[in-house]
């Protein structure tokens, strides 16, 4: 009588092929519980949960009559013969299709097999997988492609899917076309069509051998319409700023890549941070005429208007002194319009060089759009491209009466007219640099306004002209000190 030794590893790696087995070929005949028989090694047949299960499972008998497990869902593959492939038959204790086992997957096994396996080690995807999809109007599916680095057996291979508009999906399982290097599902459009009564995005999980792929399918509405949104301006540390307008196309229903006008309308109001224009003279809307930038593949809508501030935000501005510009960089991203803004006002404010120049200088803001599909926009015939648009004409701000500065929390020397005869203009007390500087402020106002008609009084005779730093005009506005500084206000 021969004995039979075997490791502890070995004794765990027969008992694992056994129950696989066993598992594949539905227990094969053997009674729940009874001992079977290895190479002279006993071990106890596993007996499967008695749950009959509906959703979840780890083998095929822990699935409920009618169901299998595939990726650890108990699913259905067929009902009856028609859903299996030529040579093949519909195991209705299982719900899937089998191939005698001499030419099926598990050969050598009694009893029929799986036409098609869950696993497929040998291939697998050979780039990027597209999980996005915009549906047109018209379409019923799309297809979702796996790109393989092998072919398919002629089988094909076995695959499920779950949609959010439609749970019952996720019980069958499908098969696809064998023979290519190439996994194509086909996917129904559903509520993600934009004929349906209620379109909106539906996701679709994708379970494969290769891999599980969450899907988007999104209704492509066109691209005209209300949007709203923010702008999230660097400035404010990427702050959101609300903002709202139309988008007009030609044809009405293209998606903006396909467009071949488009048009941007914005609602002129104060309350509007992003109103055009303002003031009197405003029209109610104002409408431009994008461009389509290849480069950026995006289109591009500016505006460029006068913008009145209320009286006394600048001091002493007109109506035409503030201009502003903006400039949209418009995309689309499904039901959302993407890119980039660049706002610019120019008359606010001015600056004086290094040099004494005084010179106005622009204030600008830059940031990120991000808006989304409200309602429809007026028709292209219903609107026109806005014209003489009120037109700004910045300049330098003109000095602010010396009484503007009488509230200002500064202290400032009272200032005689030059054409006063009670004050006389006189430079013999202040002949050096370090007497003016010492002097208080009424006689150094008296010194630096000095001119040369009056008692021989010169502006520039405190030091010569080469000890100035940045030149005559420079050392002027030094001089003034305070009152300098409040001109410009």
């Given amino acids: 009588m021969h004995t039979c030794r075997i490791s502890v590893r070995s004794l765990q790696t027969l008992l694992s092929v056994t129950a696989a087995l066993l598992s594949a070929c539905g227990g094969c005949g053997e009674p729940e519980g009874e001992l079977a028989t290895l190479d002279g090694v006993q071990a106890e047949t596993p007996s499967p949960y008695l749950v009959a299960s509906t959703s979840g499972c780890a083998i095929d008998l822990d699935c409920a009559r009618g169901r299998f497990c595939f990726q650890n869902t108990c699913a259905i593959e067929c009902i009856e013969e028609s859903e299996c492939g030529a040579g093949e038959s519909c195991d ?57 680095d092998g072919e398919l057996p002629a089988q094909g291979a076995s695959y499920r899917v779950v949609r959010s508009d439609d749970q019952t999906t996720g019980e069958r399982v499908l098969r696809s076309s064998g023979g290519t290097s190439s996994l194509v599902i ?9 004929d349906s009564a209620t379109p909106s995005l539906v996701r679709v999980d994708v379970e494969t051998p290769f891999g599980s792929w969450l899907v988007a399918l999104h209704p492509a509405r066109p691209a005209a319409g209300t949007y709203g949104g923010v702008v999230d301006l660097k400035a404010f540390g990427g702050a959101g700023l609300p903002i709202e307008f139309q988008l ?14 488009v048009l941007m309308r914005v609602e002129v109001d104060d309350a509007n941070l992003f109103s055009p224009v303002r003031g009197e003279g405003a029209p109610d809307w104002v409408v431009v005429e994008a461009t389509k930038d290849d480069f950026t593949d995006s289109w591009v809508a500016s505006f460029e208007g006068r913008y009145q501030l209320e009286d006394g935000i600048i001091e002493s501005a007109g109506p035409d002194q503030i201009r502003r510009e903006m400039r949209f960089q418009l995309r689309q991203d499904g039901d959302r319009l993407v890119g980039e803004v660049r706002d610019r006002f120019e008359g606010l404010y001015e600056v004086v060089t290094r040099q004494g120049v005084i010179r106005l200088e622009d204030v600008i ?14 028709a292209l015939s219903e609107v026109s491209v806005t014209q ?7 300049q330098l701000l003109p000095s602010p009466p010396i009484d503007a500065c009488e509230d200002a929390d500064l202290a400032v020397a009272p200032i005689a007219s030059p054409d006063d ?42 030091v010569p002209d080469q000890d100035l730093p940045g030149g005559r005009q420079h050392r002027r506005r030094e001089l003034l000190g305070v009152h300098g500084e409040v001109r410009r206000g």
Avoid: H, K
């Fill in 92 to 148: 209705i204790t299982r719900g899937r299709c089998v191939v005698p086992a001499a030419s099926g997957l598990l050969a050598g096994i009694d009893g029929p097999a799986p036409a098609t396996s869950e696993a497929l080690p040998n291939l697998a995807p050979s780039s990027e997988v597209e999980t996005i999809f915009f549906i047109e109007e018209g379409a019923q599916s799309v297809n979702f492609v796996v790109e393989l």
């Fill in 365 to 378: 803001f830059e940031g990120a759009l991000d808006t989304e599909r409200l309602t429809s926009a007026p």
């Fill in 421 to 462: 005869a009670a004050v006389t203009w006189t430079c013999d007390t202040l002949t050096t640099l370090a007497e003016f500087e010492s002097a208080d402020p009424a006689a150094r106002v008296v010194r630096a306004r000095g001119r040369p008609d009056r008692a021989g009084c010169r502006r520039d005779d405190l």
């Fill in 248 to 261: 007009i196309t030609e044809p009405a229903d293209a998606q903006l890549d396909d467009a071949t006008r």
């Fill in 388 to 394: 003489n648009l009120p037109v700004a004409n910045p």
């Fill in 186 to 194: 086909p996917l129904d459009a559903g509520l993600a069509s934009p």
